[in-house]
């Protein structure tokens, strides 16, 4: 469903070109749930953003359903890690925003809007403003805005990064319950948690850095639904295990590279 081809991705750093991205090829199968980790820098956000259509890559090519993709598109919703909420506007109007965008009829899109509360459990919370809200709430109603729109594919830039860690493992148990009751979407979601990488992801793409390329692609072992079991289990800390010792030598070597 989504094919990258040898992305490159080169910015100006100091006047001189800078690499972020090289030679970045892999295959998001359709209802796939894939993660994005790797060091500091390795371009991840970049790379979500080329996916997204939010910037064009200087080389290789980016594809959905065979498509080059050429800009944002109504097939995608990117879910952000600040949430990105309008802080004038109430939960209601924020939900509803990408639908008003699109064009669509108030009593439609207050409709889809109420349904998406429902699902990330914020029924009750229409009128409230943001300031007004929890960071796991916010974030909640940045998922429910994403979802309204009915995107086949979701692009989620560490979104849980801004919470602390009890609020961040609720929010990893929602949002895997809620995507594996929703049709399966299509799932791009970049981390820096080995954690949560392998307890939401059917694989998960190593990238290293300096230039940004991927390292490897892991299949993780765990059928679904998931449970709480899974993270429970000695195959599951091995997976992890595993990642963080990758993880580990990269950045040793990245550290000895720079001296």
């Known amino acids: 469903m989504i094919d990258l081809h040898d992305v490159g991705m080169t910015f100006e750093h100091d006047g001189a070109p800078f690499d972020a991205l090289r030679d970045v090829s892999f295959s998001i199968r359709e209802g796939e749930f894939a993660s994005l980790i790797g060091p500091s820098g390795c371009g991840k ?47 209601m109007t924020n939900v509803s925003f990408g639908l008003e965008a699109r064009g669509v009829g108030r009593e439609e899109r207050l409709l889809r809007a109420a349904e998406e509360l429902a699902r990330v459990g914020l029924t009750g919370f229409e009128n409230h403003y943001p300031h007004q809200l929890s960071g796991g709430m916010q974030q909640r109603v940045g998922i429910a805005r994403a979802l309204a729109v009915d995107p086949r594919i979701l692009l989620l830039d560490e979104p849980f990064g801004a919470l602390d860690a009890l609020t961040r493992q609720l929010m990893q148990k929602d949002l895997l319950a809620l995507w594996q009751r929703s049709e399966r979407r299509t799932a791009l979601f970049v981390t820096h948690s080995m954690d949560e990488a392998v307890f939401l992801s059917d694989r998960v793409i190593l990238m290293n850095t300096r230039p940004g390329r991927v390292d490897s692609v892991i299949d993780v072992p765990f059928g679904r639904p998931r449970t709480e079991d899974v993270v429970r289990s000695q195959e599951y800390r091995e997976v992890v295990t595993d990642l963080w010792s990758r993880l580990e030598q990269m950045q040793r070597a990245d550290m000895e590279t720079r001296g």
């Open 45 to 91: 956000t970049t790379l979500l953003k080329i996916v997204a259509g939010l910037l064009r890559q200087t080389s290789g090519e980016v594809f959905i359903d065979s498509s080059p993709v050429a800009g944002p598109g109504n097939d995608r919703a990117f879910i952000f890690q600040n949430f990105v909420l309008l802080p004038w506007a109430d939960v």
